[in-house]
């Protein structure tokens, strides 16, 4: 917990960096910069630590507990008010420092002055938003009633005591809060004019009108409010400062209520969790602390008065999903619904949406990553958003909404939703294309882990839903072979289109154990463009990780097929997928490229004529190059240097192995060159063995696509490891 002081600066010179902060002549850089150390020991010669020769006020939870002491042997109260009132938190305020100021109360030599006791209790009051555990002050309720009887820090008390009057007097039993109310009365008869007992008074009478009798809860009444507003503000801009440059992701796996000073305002849109009116039978999610606490008291949670909290705590939304209950689900989407019909102004032509609609709607999003279910509310919504939306405003935030659609059916969903998002996100630009095959592989990802979580995929719905399915993935495909074939292919747009083919390989992974699940095979014509248009290695190894899923997915749902399922595959359906398994294989390890005799081989679907003249050049070529051999391991754009480089790793092996190398081969390798090699006093490698080697060393190096497509694809290969380069050769 930072204590923010100038180094170096005495009390005296502070006041005037404040006013500077506060008229806004010093930036929030420049205050966190120059204020990030302080000696206390440098303000004045009379203020000391009494446990310590100095207080070092630093980025630490030590400097507000050791506060206290430094204020017990300080003379210096003007010096004591700058300490106190230069603590600006840049996290939030963890219960240890309340229990230390807690501590430092009351009469006594090693207690602070009453007017620094004063002081420090107003610093609770101001920083209170930004408790880590705000129930603290409940907890120590008493000892803070009990501190009434002194004068000087009666108001701040009062202050604090009635900020919790409501849930101590739900959580005290009532004699317990009947005796208190009733030493109100006695405190108040003592000191008559006394606002804020008054006003405290006031509270207790609500709740016990038979204790509290008389004119004293009727005399005039201190108004509790923020004893410095300026003070607030500037430490909302420090958290806020602070929040933006550390990683708050400890704040969304904690187990407790989650209060952020840094994004509370006095108009915040989604209420932060209270819970009030609660029993002495249940358990509010404020007084949960840590994982085990929660799962102890999980049966006697009681829900928070604000459902729609869930939105952004972390706690309550695990509490949801663990305790599912329909009112809950209803009170949260009528909340939505109410705050939604209110946003009209994206009705407007050529109109944004408000800033208060963007953070619901993020907010929102952020849920649904958790129960992925989407509200009817925000389904109503978005269908009369999107034939106003340019399409560009918010698109992230909007499609990853749509991404969450429930599975019906196709037509009725395309009509109603897919076209408007396509007719809003397209303009011929590759990115409006590429945002949208984005969309459509959250899509495919969301509505697989809808048909895997089904209990029974025997439902008379589950054929709707699985043509459902394949009709998406049939669009989503063909947005996929539109964008390579209508645009220039970058490698982020190759990437994007990967992206889709790898989803979906993971969905149709599931078929050999899910009936819900069934194999779609990519379009050939897409795949032929992945291989020639982007000849990049990372393009070549992730679309053979691809298919090499898609080939051990088929062999294991035809074996066996899932349970319940009648499904078959047509014949020309699965010999078509293996036609281009056969054409990548003749690529790159067979050697035989656009051939179209081998059973199923596509040619890579070129007519006959294509690849005549493409030969005829490159026999013209000084040294001549064979046709079939171009896009081999040895050959490959992509592939030939590294295949070089395994080669001399090779080399290198045979070298430190104390094998006697007397010539190294240059490259390309190839058949003939390794029998010449070996006549030559090089390495002794076979052909078979040296292509095995290179899928290994590309493997051994996170390349590893292509060796998984030619082991699951040639039977030579099969149940070969493809790890561990090197052990192939002979001296």
Not at 6 to 20: D, H, I, N, T
Not at 152 to 178: G, M, T, W, Y
Not at 285 to 298: H, R
Request: proline share 5%.
């Amino acid at each position: 917990m930072p204590a923010i002081l100038p180094a170096g600066m005495s009390a005296a010179g502070f006041q005037p960096l404040v006013e500077l902060i506060q008229a806004e002549q010093v930036s929030v850089e420049e205050f966190e910069q120059s204020l990030h150390e302080f000696d206390v020991g440098k303000l004045s010669s009379n203020v000391r630590v009494s446990t310590a020769p100095s207080l070092t006020v630093r980025n630490s939870i030590e400097s507000v507990e050791r506060v206290p002491d430094a204020a017990a042997g300080a003379s210096d109260q003007f010096d004591m008010h700058a300490i106190i009132k230069a603590l600006y938190p840049s996290t939030n305020v963890t219960s240890a420092h309340v229990l230390a100021i807690a501590n430092s109360l009351g009469q006594g030599k090693q207690k602070p002055s009453p007017a620094t006791q004063n002081l420090l209790l107003r610093w609770i009051i101001m920083v209170h938003e930004a408790l880590d555990e705000p129930t603290i002050l409940t907890k120590l309720y008493n000892v803070f009633f009990n501190r009434l009887d002194m004068i000087s820090i009666r108001c701040p008390v009062s202050f604090i005591v009635d900020n919790n009057k409501q849930k101590a007097c739900e959580a005290l039993s009532h004699p317990n809060a009947a005796h208190l109310a009733s030493d109100s009365l006695e405190l108040s008869s003592n000191f008559v004019s006394e606002p804020a007992l008054t006003g405290l008074l006031k509270v207790y009478k609500e709740y016990y009108p038979d204790v509290i009798v008389g004119q004293s809860a009727d005399a005039k009444s201190a108004r509790f409010e923020h004893p410095d507003q300026e003070w607030r503000d500037r430490l909302r801009i420090i958290q806020n400062t602070n929040a933006r440059a550390t990683d708050t992701f400890a704040n969304t796996t904690s187990f407790k209520v989650v209060r952020r000073a840094t994004k509370r305002t006095q108009t915040a849109i989604v209420p932060e969790v209270h819970t009030f009116f609660s029993d002495e039978s249940s358990t509010t999610l404020e007084d949960i602390n840590g994982v085990e606490d929660f799962i102890e008291k999980l049966d006697t949670i009681g829900l928070p008065n604000q459902l729609v909290s869930v939105l952004e705590d972390p706690l309550l939304r695990h509490y949801v999903m663990l305790k599912p209950n329909y009112t809950t689900h209803r009170r949260i989407d009528d909340w939505l619904s109410m705050f939604l019909d209110t946003q009209t102004s994206f009705k407007q032509p050529n109109s944004d949406m408000s800033s208060d609609l963007t953070e619901v709607l993020k907010k929102v999003l952020n849920y649904l990553h958790y129960t992925r279910h989407m509200p009817k509310s925000v389904l109503s919504f978005l269908l009369a958003f999107l034939p106003q939306w340019d399409g560009k405003g918010n698109r992230d935030t909007i499609l990853s909404l749509l991404a969450y659609l429930p599975i019906d059916s196709f037509e009725e969903l395309q009509q109603s939703i897919l076209m408007k998002i396509e007719f809003a996100v397209l303009d011929n630009t590759v990115e409006s294309a590429a945002a949208l095959l984005e969309y459509y592989t959250s899509v495919v990802r969301h509505w697989t882990i809808i048909l895997l979580s089904l209990p029974d995929p025997h439902t008379p719905d589950m054929e709707q839903m699985i043509q459902s399915f394949a009709a998406l993935v049939d669009r989503s495909s063909l947005l996929s072979l539109s964008l390579l074939a209508s645009f220039t292919p970058t490698q982020s747009t190759i990437s994007t289109v990967l992206c889709y083919h790898e989803t979906l390989a993971h969905t149709i992974s599931h078929a050999a154990t899910h009936a819900q699940i069934r194999i779609i095979t990519p379009y050939a014509e897409t795949v032929y463009l992945l291989i020639f248009l982007n000849p990049a290695l990372s393009t070549l190894s992730r679309l053979c990780s691809v298919l090499a899923t898609y080939k051990r997915t088929f062999e294991a749902a035809m074996s066996k097929p899932p349970s319940g399922s009648t499904y078959e595959y047509p014949r020309g359906h699965v010999n078509r997928f293996n036609g281009f398994l056969m054409d990548i294989c003749n690529l790159l390890w067979r050697s035989r490229a656009f051939n179209t005799s081998d059973t199923n081989a596509l040619g890579c679907l070129l007519s006959a004529q294509i690849p005549l003249p493409i030969a005829a050049y490159l026999d013209m070529l000084t040294p001549p190059y064979a046709l079939q051999t171009v896009f081999s391991l040895s050959h490959n754009s992509s592939l030939s240097a590294l295949s070089t480089a395994a080669f001399r790793d090779l080399e290198e092996n045979a070298t430190m192995n104390a094998r006697v190398v007397r010539t190294r081969h240059i490259g390309p390798v190839t058949q003939r060159s390794l029998e010449a090699l070996a006549m030559d006093g090089g390495v002794k490698i076979s052909w078979p063995d040296y292509r095995l080697e290179v899928l290994r060393w590309l493997s051994d190096r996170g390349v590893g696509g292509i060796g998984d497509l030619m082991s699951c694809t040639m039977k030579q290969l099969m149940g070969i490891k493809m790890t561990g380069a090197g052990s192939k050769l002979t001296s």
